[in-house]
């Protein structure tokens, strides 16, 4: 009889691991093992093998000379498989490939791909390119069949223009299904047929949005493109009403009482729904002893319920300009789980003994109860830092030096230090964006953000310090945010662009230390903000995962999040899980089960937060260009934010939108792209424009339809 092998387990995260390595050169097995820090008699070093087998079948990596394995060679007859993206017009496949991670696809080869499709991709041999080039063989699996968008009528055909400007073609519209649309109606459309792609793809119209323009249709209309549940079904509704009952004396007797102690909450001044409040209290020797008290939503939300799964569903609160798309239920999310001041709530507390010098000495989690005694604005609190007086100064003053004491020794332990800039509109009572601010950072908004940091890094180090008092060999089943190396090709690619706008660059940085020089090295450039744009695209994304890696971006070796079950999931799960530690030992079975589970809801929930980035990124745009229409004419000085064969992107000062000027509008000179030196040179003057570059441009048009802003430069004498 013969035997039947042992299909063994896949573990995702650790075949990108052996992939990652195995960039660089063939290893062998004890090679890979050291290098993940695998000891040969664990448990996952059985996971090693089984991980290095399954890549074997996918024809990933191959046994080569001397026992080495090696990154398996793709010749143009393979076609691989991955994920259309088109970005400025360009198309670029992403798939797991070891040798080709991207590959450019032009216009005439991408088939009928459309944006999101997973599709087959063959590569084409262009050793010239920077980028592998390939062709699209055909489309394994649509990414959405729904598209919003502006019904046109030709005089003949009625057209369906879309809203994002990632579709690169228009939509015929069934004449028979147009559901009484007419010329400029904004529609939701469902792709019906394209199976030629020198035909258009046909659509049919499944719903009336409204008129093209009115801000509220266009807000709206970045709901239906992203498919974001706005409404709660009345039966999740009616079921969250049921449990949103305050706390029972029983409950509070069976928690930590912090109803006595000062303890307060900062946020945003339109924040509704407050997930984290925050206590100190100095010890007799001079510790201090911080309280991070988090709303416990997991009382309140039990495990499969309706509430439950439709939050699980959504994954995240998604914050549009407009309006906020909440996970859960208003009489939840900005009532009985809110901790609003003057009320009893129910939390999950992690307090940390910290020394003067910001060093953690001890801590403990317990479910807890508090009363908010005051809440704070992120803007009250900076004024009170910056003058030393105002309601509770003393305490505020006391978290303000810890935290500079926490950021210091994380920047100091690891930590990179990029900057973002997030925008903030104000809406008229239309709903029409009239003005615009950025976020930025401030002593204020760091307090909590260091605080929430330590919170969430506590949390995750408990979880392995009880699975060792447990008694068990492996970690406690667990949900990191884990954030990966950065992309070698990427970040190879930012370091030549950096490097071609004269800044000094040796070599691409790996360790903290040589991220923090390159940081310092470009700090007091005036195209600060764009280049750690830049970097920032290099970088992994960070994800949901049961496999820890560590946190590559925090430099930190283990990371959860823990301080926000309002708006994220993740979170919700994380303090379940804590619930179910800090009461024993899970049984076996039990172990396997949360594993297998806990891959499911981190894959799920890493989507649903990828979902939400590109619809407030669809969201803020909207915006700018709906801005846009209320200053054409106008003359705005700005920053070139990225250069192409065709034009230069701008982001203008002070209304701060960002638009195209192409070739034709730099007037003064024939302009030609120098791909290598990454910038335009004008083949008469010999003027260079690169990313940094600043211009004085003035806007011709604004196409809401498109979130399109067209600029024409009027002085390209650099200021």
């Not at 040969?40 to 070093?45: A, F, G, L, T």
């Not at 498919?227 to 004396?249: K, M, Q, S, W, Y």
């Not at 007091?524 to 560590?550: C, F, T, W």
């Not at 335009?680 to 570059?693: D, H, V, Y």
């Amino acid at each position: 009889m013969a035997r039947v092998k042992t299909q063994r387990a896949v573990y995702p995260e650790l075949a990108e691991r052996i992939l990652q390595l195995l960039r660089e050169r063939p290893l062998r097995v004890y090679e890979i093992a050291r290098r993940l820090r695998i000891r040969k008699d664990s448990e996952r070093y059985e996971e090693l093998l089984g991980t290095l087998e399954w890549l074997q079948q996918q024809g990933l990596v191959r046994r080569a000379a001397r026992q080495r394995y090696a990154l398996s060679s793709v010749d143009d007859a393979t076609a691989i498989e991955g994920t259309l993206h088109i970005e400025h017009g360009i198309g670029i496949v992403r798939s797991g490939h070891p040798e080709y991670p991207e590959i450019v696809v032009r216009r005439h080869h991408l088939n009928t791909a459309l944006p999101g499709d997973r599709v087959l991709v063959r590569p084409l041999r262009e050793s010239s390119r920077r980028k592998p080039r390939g062709e699209v063989l055909r489309v394994l699996q649509r990414a959405r069949d729904l598209v919003s968008g502006t019904v046109e009528y030709d005089g003949n055909f009625y057209f369906l223009v879309p809203d994002e400007e990632s579709y690169y073609v228009d939509f015929l519209l069934l004449p028979d299904r147009l559901k009484g649309a007419r010329h400029g109606d904004k529609v939701l459309a469902r792709l019906v047929r394209w199976d030629d792609p020198n035909k258009s793809p046909e659509a049919e119209v499944v719903e009336l949005l409204g008129r093209a323009g009115d801000p509220r249709v266009e807000f709206a209309s970045i709901l239906k493109e992203f498919d974001l549940p706005f409404r709660f079904p009345e039966a999740v509704e009616e079921e969250a009403r049921a449990l949103a009952h305050p706390p029972t004396p029983e409950e509070i007797a069976q928690r930590r009482d912090f109803r006595s102690e000062t303890v307060i909450t900062i946020d945003p001044a339109d924040a509704k729904d407050f997930d984290d409040a925050i206590s100190l209290r100095r010890l007799p020797g001079g510790n201090l002893l911080v309280g991070v008290h988090i709303a416990d939503v997991s009382y309140y939300v039990p495990e499969g319920s309706r509430v439950d799964e439709e939050a699980r569903r959504r994954g995240t609160s998604v914050y549009l300009v407009d309006r906020v798309v909440p996970m859960l239920p208003e009489v939840l999310s900005n009532d009985i789980c809110s901790l609003v001041p003057d009320q009893e709530r129910l939390t999950y507390s992690v307090l940390m003994e910290f020394t003067p010098e910001g060093e953690l000495r001890r801590y403990e989690l317990c479910r807890s109860v508090i009363r908010n005694c005051r809440r704070f604005t992120y803007d009250e609190v900076q004024q009170i830092i910056e003058s030393g007086s105002g309601e509770h100064a003393e305490l505020i003053g006391e978290f303000h030096r810890l935290a500079q004491k926490l950021r210091q020794r994380r920047l100091r332990e690891g930590g990179i230090d990029f900057e973002t800039m997030e925008l903030r509109f104000r809406l008229d009572e239309q709903g029409f964006p009239v003005a615009v601010e950025p976020k930025v950072r401030t002593d204020a908004t760091s307090l909590i953000e260091e605080l929430m940091l330590m919170a969430n890094r506590t949390v995750a180090r408990f979880v392995r310090e009880r699975s060792q008092q447990l008694g068990l060999k492996q970690p406690l089943p667990f949900l990191y945010r884990i954030h990966d190396l950065p992309d070698p090709v990427k970040l190879r690619e930012v370091v030549e662009l950096l490097r071609a706008l004269g800044i000094r660059v040796r070599r691409e940085p790996k360790t903290a230390q040589e991220w923090m020089q390159l940081l310092q090295e470009i700090h007091d450039r005036p195209e600060r903000m764009v280049i750690h744009q830049l970097l920032l695209r290099a970088m992994a994304k960070a994800v949901y995962s049961p496999y820890n890696i560590g946190h590559y971006g925090l430099g930190f070796a283990e990371y959860t999040h823990f301080t926000s079950p309002i708006r994220r999931y993740p979170d919700l799960v994380v303090h379940r899980l804590l619930t179910e530690y800090l009461r024993g030992k899970p049984s076996l079975q039990r172990i396997r089960s949360l594993q297998e589970y806990l891959e499911q809801v981190g894959e799920h929930c890493s989507q649903r937060e990828q979902i939400a980035v590109e619809a407030e990124r669809a969201s803020v745009k909207l915006a700018q260009t709906m801005l846009a229409t209320r200053l054409l004419g106008r003359k705005f000085w700005g920053m070139v934010t990225g250069v192409t064969s065709f034009g230069v992107f701008v982001l203008l000062d002070r209304v701060f939108v960002e638009g195209l000027v192409p070739l034709r509008e730099l007037g003064d000179d024939f302009y030609v792209f120098d791909e290598r030196r990454y910038c335009l040179r004008g083949r008469r003057t010999r003027k260079s424009i690169t990313i940094g570059s600043r211009l004085r441009v003035q806007i011709l048009r604004a196409d809401i339809r498109k979130r399109q802003v067209d600029l024409r430069a009027v002085d390209l004498r650099q200021r």
